[in-house]
């Protein structure tokens, strides 16, 4: 069965960096588009970046723009999340997500989410 | 970039009602709507995909409808299982838009 498993959050200060990391099981990762999305403590779901199949392209919400990258190893089964200039407001449940198809068309498998803190 | 808005924020609703939420989006995405539920602590899950098409595993008793901007989920008969929130998503184009969200309660 499919299964996605994050890890690599944590507290982490202002300013600094964090790299996500999420393997994934059960299916060919190299024939899906793959997503991060986070939550806020309290909050609803905010979509942070896609990543085709193959890697050759890559979409960002304007939130994170710029300091956000988006990446995979298909070889290695897993997708990433490197995390530059963290602020508060990134702090957020981060969830690895499965689309449906190559690209984007729906995100049918989520991860159970690791917590990124951005605190002095 | 799509601004997706739903309607009402929260709902108090009781066992076997009928339950009907709205997604508006802030220009036509076609049928490229998605709702999932998540429920507290846990991982959101998929019931609709491109608008009405209900996802393997997922209720009968959960439907959805619309085109162009408006779009519903509807759900027949409330079951204690669904009290949860309920968050639509257009996947028409990037940057992949959530609506801000649906708290369901028991009333």
């Known amino acids: 069965q499919v299964q996605l498993v994050e890890s690599g959050g944590g507290v982490v200060q202002p300013g600094r960096s964090l790299r996500l990391s999420c393997a994934a099981s059960?299916?060919?990762?190299?024939?899906?588009?793959m997503h991060w999305v986070r939550q806020a403590p309290g909050k609803g779901l905010e979509w942070v970046a896609v990543?085709?199949?193959?890697?050759?392209?890559?979409f960002y919400a304007d939130s994170v723009k710029g300091r956000f990258t988006i990446s995979r190893d298909n070889s290695r089964n897993t997708l990433f999340l490197q995390m530059n200039s963290l602020r508060a407001e990134d702090t957020a449940v981060y969830y690895c997500?499965?689309?449906?198809?190559?690209?984007?068309?729906?995100?049918?498998?989520w991860g159970q989410g690791t917590l990124v803190t951005v605190s002095s | 970039d799509i601004q997706m808005t739903q309607s009402p924020s929260s709902l108090s609703a009781s066992v076997g009602d009928r339950v009907t939420i709205t997604c508006r989006a802030s220009q036509s995405i076609s049928d490229y709507l998605n709702w999932y539920q998540q429920k507290p602590g846990k991982a959101p899950r998929l019931l609709i995909y491109?608008?009405?098409s209900l996802q393997s595993g997922a209720p009968s008793r959960f439907s959805g409808s619309g085109a162009g901007t408006d779009f519903t989920l509807t759900i027949s008969s409330l079951q204690p299982e669904d009290f949860a929130t309920y968050y639509c998503q257009h996947s028409y184009s990037a940057p992949l838009t959530f609506g801000q969200g649906t708290r369901l309660d028991i009333k």
């Open positions: 997500a499965k689309d449906h198809g190559s690209g984007w068309t729906y995100i049918d498998y």
């Open positions: 990543i085709q199949y193959d890697g050759g392209s890559k």
């Open positions: 491109t608008t009405s």
């Open positions: 059960g299916f060919s990762l190299s024939r899906y588009g």
